[in-house]
């Protein structure tokens, strides 16, 4: 079955850096979504990135854009968002997802709604 796990979280002061993966296995084809979302205690989930694996495509929501950087690497069937100079509102538990399907657009990245598998999250820390 599809499985999706995160890792990557840790305690970083700010303007640090990190970077997330989200090793993936079980799919059956390359025509999948993956999507980075965040959620902080008593807010809702946020979407951050996504990124097409069958041909790279990505899309960044406008608060994401220019700190978060999201790539894939299909050999090792895993996805990474590289997150830069992160701040202490960025601290929240990060979760990749995946909508199954041949499309590709970006308002995937902020429906958290139209993803079908997660995983269990990774715990991103900003403090000093």
């Known amino acids: 079955q599809v499985q999706l796990v995160e890792s990557g979280g840790d305690l970083v002061q700010p303007g640090g850096s990190l970077r997330l993966s989200c090793a993936t296995s079980?799919?059956?084809?390359?025509?999948?979504?993956i999507g980075w979302f965040r959620q902080a205690p008593g807010k809702e989930r946020e979407g951050l990135s996504c990124?097409?694996?069958?041909?790279?495509?990505?899309y960044y929501t406008h608060s994401m854009k220019g700190r978060f950087t999201i790539s894939r690497d299909n050999a090792k069937n895993t996805v990474y968002l590289q997150m830069n100079s992160l701040k202490p509102e960025d601290a929240a538990v990060y979760y990749c997802?995946?909508?199954?399907?041949?499309?590709?657009?970006?308002?995937?990245?902020?429906?958290?709604?139209?993803?079908?598998?997660w995983g269990q999250g990774t715990q991103v820390t900003v403090s000093s």
């Open positions: 990124i097409s694996i069958s041909d790279g495509s990505t």
């Open positions: 997802a995946a909508l199954v399907g041949p499309s590709f657009s970006g308002s995937y990245c902020q429906r958290p709604y139209e993803y079908t598998y």
């Open positions: 079980g799919f059956t084809s390359q025509y999948y979504v």
